[in-house]
């Protein structure tokens, strides 16, 4: 009885050492295989999954990717302009409503909307007769030489001496009216220039100058009238059209300049980030007069030195970079 339980635990020991030899032999053989198909994943060998080469996490590609996308443009000369923008109406220099004398029935009427008439012409007759009482036509007669603007009567139409016949105007030199806040009038002078833009031109620019300033503000608007002349007159602006205005109140010529869009503030002082080569770099700048689109530039920059305008709140001192074309997908 001894010597079989003697036997059975020989042959479990002899068991379990082959076991061992087996296991050893497999996780021998398993490494080579991985090397034979060149890592795990079929990665090339001494390169593990999620790194690329180099030991950046990625793959190819990557150092691309982690660079900044920008928009940018040069610093360049420019005039620079600060302006008051308000809107007003094209008016005529002189605009005259013409009354009949005595009142009765119009009886004939010689002028129509935008013919010329000289003073001293007669523009309509009006017959004063009432029933019983017999009068002899008595003629309107235009005390101005001008355009006919505006036709008030017709032939058969009761006036009296209180009824406007027609307004005539000189429309040989046109004015632009408009009226300015109050909190702008201490830059009014005569002879402020002003640009002047309209919806029929949309292309276009015309230049016009301040002639005439009322000397009293309107209480009840808190602004002031003023009129402006065209400085090159052109027979296709017409009185009544709208007109769109910046008054000009200072100027900087031929100065070095760059889009609004490119400065910032960095602790409470106006800075860009410059560009050099692939890099940024943040410069600050001292700005003078500033437009709608452009900043003059004083202190800090040099004629075509570029400065990053777009992607700006993504970068940092010394961010690299990558430039792209307006409207590219970042």
């Known amino acids: 009885m001894k010597k079989n339980i003697g036997n059975r635990i020989v042959q479990i020991l002899l068991l379990l050492i082959i076991a061992a030899i087996g296991a050893a032999a497999v996780l021998t053989l398993k490494p080579s295989a991985e090397t034979a198909q060149g890592g795990p994943g079929g990665m090339p060998p001494g390169i593990t999954g999620g790194q690329a080469p180099g030991g950046r996490p990625g793959g190819p590609g990557n150092a691309e990717e982690s660079l900044i996308a920008v928009e940018s443009e040069k610093a360049a000369r420019r005039d620079i302009t600060q302006s008051i923008k308000v809107n007003g109406d094209v008016i005529t220099n002189v605009s005259v409503k013409i009354?009949?004398?005595?009142?009765?029935?119009?009886?004939?009427?010689?002028?129509?909307?935008?013919?010329?008439?000289?003073?001293?012409?007669?523009?309509?007759?009006?017959?004063?007769?009432?029933?019983?009482?017999?009068?002899?036509?008595?003629?309107?007669?235009?005390?101005?030489?001008?355009?006919?603007?505006?036709?008030?009567?017709?032939?058969?139409?009761?006036?009296?001496?209180?009824?406007?016949?027609?307004?005539?105007?000189?429309?040989?030199?046109?004015?632009?009216?408009?009226?300015?806040?109050?909190?702008?009038?201490?830059?009014?002078?005569p002879g402020l220039k002003a640009k002047v833009g309209f919806d029929a031109f949309p292309e276009e620019i015309f230049y016009a100058s301040i002639t005439e300033i009322s000397p009293v503000m309107n209480p009840s608007s808190r602004t002031i009238e003023i009129k402006l002349s065209f400085d090159d007159p052109e027979g296709r602006i017409k009185a009544g059209m709208f007109a769109r205005i910046s008054l000009i109140t200072k100027a900087s010529y031929n100065t070095v300049s760059i889009p609004s869009s490119a400065v910032f503030s960095y602790y409470n002082q106006d800075s860009v980030y410059l560009i050099v080569g692939n890099e940024v770099k943040r410069q600050a700048v001292r700005t003078g007069l500033k437009s709608d689109e452009y900043v003059e530039i004083l202190e800090g920059l040099n004629e075509e030195d570029k400065v990053v305008t777009q992607g700006i709140n993504n970068l940092t001192d010394g961010s690299k970079i990558r430039m792209v074309e307006s409207g590219e997908k970042q």
Do not use: M
Not at 117 to 123: A, D, Q, S
Not at 124 to 134: L, M, T
Not at 158 to 186: A, M
């Open 99 to 189: 009354y009949s004398d005595i009142g009765g029935i119009i009886t004939s009427k010689s002028v129509s909307v935008g013919d010329y008439i000289r003073k001293g012409e007669v523009i309509a007759k009006v017959n004063p007769s009432v029933p019983g009482q017999v009068y002899s036509s008595s003629s309107v007669i235009s005390t101005i030489s001008g355009t006919i603007t505006t036709v008030y009567t017709s032939v058969g139409d009761t006036i009296n001496t209180q009824t406007p016949v027609v307004t005539i105007g000189d429309l040989s030199k046109l004015l632009i009216q408009t009226h300015i806040p109050e909190k702008f009038v201490s830059v009014l002078k």
